[in-house]
């Protein structure tokens, strides 16, 4: 089993662009997380769905963010437009009941 | 109502002693309460997790107690390795969906 897998691993863009990451889950896993770690605060959720519907988003910080998850197997996590204060590395996991497993996640800074 | 309360912020233990660290949450409605291990550069990767049909759960070196009446449980790490210094999150949450609610984390280092 590969594991939850994040892309990219790192990225760095200017402020105003638009950033999209990308998370495929474990294979069976029905529910998606997407967290954001910041030295400040911690391990916060952004979003999570369950068998590709956002069930709880009041994690999202703005309108500026939004996420999607098509089909069972890919999820997406945009920011348009991008802001320094964005900066931080946001981790997708998934779960199939109890414990959710992590991604390596990506790194993002916004200059 | 969400919050998960850590603590110690961080610690320091001398290889082979025990190190504790503690978390409190407020929702009696959460049914699941994992730990997770993060080591630089990684995601959190599952420790150990405990539900609270019972007061203890021991994996090797590792054990969780539970205190329901005063929803706190704590993680318990014996004979301390300097391969186990990372940082330490308790979570609590659901059973069902896994949707968690993560404490503030704890860093811990073992000395030689």
């Known amino acids: 089993d590969a594991g939850v897998i994040q892309s990219p691993r790192h990225e760095v863009t200017e402020m105003g662009q638009e950033v999209t990451l990308r998370c495929k889950p474990i294979?069976?896993?029905?529910?998606l997380f997407w967290y954001r770690q910041t030295m400040m605060r911690g391990l916060e959720l952004l979003i999570y769905?369950?068998?590709?519907?956002?069930?709880?988003d009041s994690g999202m910080p703005e309108d500026r963010f939004s996420a999607k998850m098509p089909n069972a197997s890919f999820s997406t996590l945009k920011i348009q437009p991008s802001e320094p204060r964005d900066s931080a590395v946001y981790f997708c996991?998934?779960?199939?009941?109890?414990?959710?497993?992590f991604g390596q996640g990506t790194r993002l800074t916004v200059v | 109502q969400q919050q998960v309360k850590q603590s110690p912020q961080s610690l320091i233990v001398q290889k082979g002693g025990i190190s504790i660290i503690n978390c409190a949450y407020e929702?009696?409605?959460?049914?699941?309460f994992p730990w997770y291990q993060q080591f630089p550069g990684k995601g959190p990767a599952l420790l150990i997790a405990?539900?609270?049909?019972?007061s203890e759960k021991k994996e090797g070196r590792f054990t969780i107690s539970f205190n329901k009446s005063a929803k706190q449980f704590s993680l318990h790490i014996m004979d301390s390795q300097p391969g186990d210094s990372a940082t330490y999150f308790c979570a609590a949450g659901s059973s069902n969906t896994g949707k968690l609610i993560f404490g503030q984390g704890t860093t811990l280092q073992v000395k030689p």
């Open positions: 769905f369950n068998n590709n519907v956002p069930i709880d």
């Open positions: 405990i539900r609270p049909d019972v």
């Open positions: 294979s069976g896993h029905n529910s």
């Open positions: 996991a998934s779960s199939l009941s109890g414990g959710a497993f």
């Open positions: 929702n009696t409605a959460f049914d699941y």
